[in-house]
């Protein structure tokens, strides 16, 4: 892989544009979000420009050549020349963020500042330990042996036992160790899936899934320090994105709104948004045409399954059935946890 250049910040001032308009080449990318990380400032006009850059009203339908081999992720997903590389890429980006902004957060003296979900952030970011050492153990590595526990709030509240009193330098060393295992899982491993929330997820989308917890979480922590919401770089959008509008039938099974013979369309707008046709009833396939398309900004849409904006807040159009409409709403925060 290329080494990734280390711009500084004038540089990254003149890459802000093609940054927006997703011109920037993976390293590049890398190197302007680290920037972005310890610069709000430069963070805020380039969300400013992406938002000037983006598309509005992707209506065709993604009809990617591949199939998805996961049962209940089983639609379709785009297929760049490597998704795996590509997802690990969004991981580690979206890892670096938040241990900055951890950091910011310590040097700030917040760490027993509360966040959205309730935790301080300190426990936070042990939750965000307890999370990747869980998906480590799941596919062989057991970074903490110490803590055996699956149930995600219930090896959250055992890692703030087992780490209590430990500076913010031991949970962050904890936490790194489990994203370079899971890395090279994905990356190196035979193994090629792994058993996440009942689940059986690719390594593609266990990473994806990864990230998009981590991204919901560096947020908090953003908040913490009062600062805005940062949404990824719009190819890594896309990757987020995908997931969500494809995992959208399992979401309905979860909360009980599977809803036999009925289809939907979601179309998120935006640069990194698109097209999903999401049969409502898992077991189904779906039909053409839909019974009710759903759209919304794709920013929103991921802030809606990350359960950081409340369904009945997210801004939307509805055409066709409003009940099913709200079906699609509901279920959408399903699968996401603290």
């Known amino acids: 892989?290329?080494?990734?250049?280390?711009?500084?910040?004038?540089?990254?001032?003149?890459?802000?544009?093609?940054?927006?308009?997703?011109?920037?080449?993976?390293?590049?990318?890398?190197?302007?979000?680290?920037?972005?990380?310890?610069?709000?400032?430069?963070?805020?006009?380039?969300?400013?420009?992406?938002?000037?850059?983006?598309?509005?009203?992707?209506?065709?339908?993604?009809?990617?050549?591949?199939?998805?081999?996961?049962?209940?992720?089983?639609?379709?997903?785009?297929?760049?020349?490597?998704?795996?590389?590509?997802?690990?890429?969004?991981?580690?980006?979206?890892?670096?963020?938040?241990?900055?902004?951890?950091?910011?957060?310590?040097?700030?003296?917040?760490?027993?500042?509360?966040?959205?979900?309730g935790l301080t952030a300190y426990e936070l970011v042990v939750h965000e330990a307890a999370q990747e050492s869980l998906l480590a153990q799941a596919v062989g590595c057991s970074v903490v042996p110490e803590v055996p526990t699956t149930d995600i709030d219930a090896r959250t509240h055992d890692f703030i036992a087992w780490l209590d009193d430990h500076p913010l330098s031991r949970v962050l060393e904890v936490w790194r160790e489990s994203v370079d295992a899971n890395c090279d899982w994905a990356t190196g491993s035979d193994e090629t899936t792994a058993r996440w929330r009942g689940l059986e997820l690719d390594r593609t989308d266990a990473v994806i899934v990864r990230a998009f917890e981590t991204w919901i979480h560096t947020d908090d922590l953003r908040r913490v320090l009062e600062q805005a919401g940062r949404p990824p770089a719009p190819h890594h959008l896309t990757l987020m994105a995908d997931l969500a509008g494809r995992s959208l039938g399992a979401s309905l099974a979860l909360v009980g709104r599977v809803r036999p013979g009925k289809t939907a369309r979601l179309v998120l707008t935006g640069d990194g948004g698109g097209a999903w046709s999401v049969p409502m009833d898992p077991d189904a396939t779906a039909t053409d045409p839909p019974d009710v398309t759903l759209t919304a900004d794709v920013v929103d849409w991921c802030l809606l399954v990350g359960d950081r904006i409340a369904p009945s807040a997210i801004a939307h159009s509805v055409d066709g059935d409003a009940a099913l409409a709200a079906d699609l709403l509901a279920a959408a925060p399903a699968l996401a946890t603290l």
Do not use: H
């Open 1 to 117: 892989m290329t080494p990734q250049p280390e711009l500084s910040d004038a540089e990254v001032e003149e890459l802000l544009g093609a940054y927006a308009l997703d011109a920037c080449d993976p390293a590049e990318t890398a190197a302007v979000e680290a920037v972005l990380a310890r610069r709000p400032d430069l963070a805020a006009e380039a969300a400013r420009l992406a938002n000037a850059a983006a598309w509005i009203g992707a209506t065709e339908a993604l009809e990617p050549p591949r199939a998805l081999r996961a049962a209940v992720m089983g639609t379709t997903r785009p297929d760049p020349d490597d998704p795996t590389e590509t997802a690990v890429e969004l991981y580690r980006t979206q890892s670096k963020q938040f241990e900055d902004a951890a950091r910011l957060v310590a040097d700030a003296g917040v760490l027993d500042e509360l966040t959205t979900n």
